[in-house]
């Protein structure tokens, strides 16, 4: 892999792990095995820092059990906001630790504002921080998901720095939850609103060409809309999909093979839930849970790689 | 005041200072004197903690000038993040030495996502977080500023939340920057798209019922579209509004009169680079960069008022 981690790294990456799914890691306390959450209490008491350190470890052991088959995770901010400064420390550490071993990070923020406000999002999760005359990375994010409600003033700053740093981002189009569609897929002039937010993409994308016709403006697209999927796949050639909602939001590898294209390139199927509690699904010792997380990382892979084919760069 | 924190709450401390303005504390790092900058990095290099205690000791001293006056603060969390973990932490500390000082705190984050996700981003900014036995609370937010574009998924989880613990949000409908009509001014059906979700702040309302006819979901409004400020007042009677754009961004407070109802209560709005700044604009000693804000607070202050006369609850 490059040193740089555009989207084009991204890609090379899902090719050659030929795996095109990323790890989400959504830690809630509740997934953290009891012997983890025993020592980190034990050590820092019932406190958000004891949570923030349980989570940490519990996110190392992940990335140590799935970096040599998965290309990618994809920290779920919320999770770590919710445990207040230390949960952030544990965001930045969990996304130095996935770099350090050679995965691409995904931060699910979602963040969205306009002009330098939108800069300063920017350079927390994507750039880098000047102060006096030392140069800083907040957080170590190689894309970003982003929404466009506020429209081009809130995605241009995102561009430049994209530009500067060689990053990506993800905007929402059509999510896969089940009230999306009351703004989303609501038509003007015939379209609906998450295809004009994918044409927007398109757009925007035409300023971070990448090497393999998908530019570093990729779209967040639910599995739980297979119809959408197929559609916007044809419509969107240079966007590349963040595919949430497989798995436990009820979508199936086949609700997702038309995201693909001939090359089996095209997007990224995030599972979070069944990976994290593959465990207690499993019913093995808790013990084992980065093994138990890895044999549905294989099985997941497997299962989609089933519909997409082999994967190749064009 | 009452010892808690709603939406009624904030209307009360707008009408007891007479003065619906709020000070956005979106302190970008050359806003901070320098004399606050060089005692910070001699104590803690030039690093991103020694510019996150500059900014907290600029925070503290805007809200001591400011509390007797303004009700209410709106820290933009971008301006924190970009300082990682450290900046989260100055985050936290000015939310609680502004709640110290009677003031009400409107965080500006923009949150979005659905279900237990969205749960974890309104436990960290509104709520309370359980670790084993015992309860935090990760951030000190009154209010959240959220995105509505997920639909009813992303805002239902905050509803909960904001019961629970007498919180409220504000949801972006029409905002200040020229693109928002990329998206927002569409027309579905005739009604466009900032209409809708306006439409849908009232219908949300209804579960977060207020004494003074607002309800605990708001709405984002911008200065800068007076016409549609004048139409949405009409349209959304239970809606207050969070109005930005007003000073830097060109609005005028004639241009935000409309948003006032005959009890001169309507909305609220906000001035950051104005107040964080003037003593760049009045020329005056750094070090009295508080006295500055103060005096273009009351500036401010005076002249909204002037449009929007007495303010008196119902």
Redesign the interface.
């Known amino acids: 892999m490059d040193t740089k981690m555009s989207m084009d790294n991204l890609l090379r990456a899902i090719c050659e792990k030929q795996n095109p799914t990323v790890a989400g890691l959504?830690p809630?306390?509740d997934y953290v095995p009891q012997y983890i959450k025993d020592k980190a209490?034990n050590k820092y008491?019932?406190?958000?820092k004891?949570?923030a350190k349980a989570i940490l470890e519990f996110n190392k052991c992940l990335i140590d059990a799935l970096h040599e088959v998965v290309p990618a995770i994809k920290p779920?901010a919320?999770?770590y906001?919710?445990?207040?400064?230390a949960?952030?420390?544990t965001l930045?550490k969990t996304q130095e630790y996935a770099r350090s071993r050679g995965m691409y990070v995904i931060t699910d923020g979602?963040?969205?504002?306009?002009?330098?406000?939108?800069e300063?999002?920017a350079?927390?999760?994507l750039g880098k921080?000047k102060?006096?005359?030392?140069e800083?990375e907040?957080?170590m994010g190689d894309a970003l998901t982003v929404?466009?409600?506020?429209?081009?003033?809130?995605i241009n700053p995102l561009i430049k720095v994209c530009k500067e740093n060689d990053k990506g981002i993800f905007v929402?189009v059509k999510?896969?939850?089940?009230?999306?569609?009351?703004?989303?897929d609501?038509?003007?002039d015939g379209v609906p609103?998450y295809e004009?937010?994918g044409n927007?993409c398109e757009k925007w994308g035409e300023e971070l060409p990448g090497k393999y016709g998908y530019s570093g403006v990729g779209a967040v697209v639910g599995a739980t809309y297979p119809e959408q999927i197929a559609e916007l796949r044809k419509k969107l050639p240079h966007t590349f999909f963040l595919i949430p909602g497989y798995g436990a939001q009820g979508a199936t590898a086949k609700d997702i093979a038309a995201a693909f294209d001939a090359n089996g390139l095209g997007g990224i199927v995030n599972s979070s839930r069944g990976i994290m509690t593959a465990y207690k699904k499993e019913g093995c010792d808790e013990r084992d849970f980065a093994g138990a997380a890895f044999r549905e990382a294989l099985r997941m892979r497997d299962e989609i790689m089933g519909f997409v084919g082999k994967i190749q760069l064009p």
Chains 1, 2 share one sequence.
């Open positions: 959504d809630k306390l209490f008491g019932e406190t958000l004891g949570a779920q919320a999770y906001e919710m445990y207040g400064t949960g952030m420390k930045y979602k963040r969205n504002d306009i002009g330098t406000t939108m300063a999002y350079a927390a999760h921080v102060v006096g005359n030392e800083y907040p957080f929404n466009g409600y506020l429209g081009s003033d809130g929402l999510t896969s939850n089940p009230s999306s569609g009351e703004l989303q609501l038509l003007i609103v004009r937010m927007m």
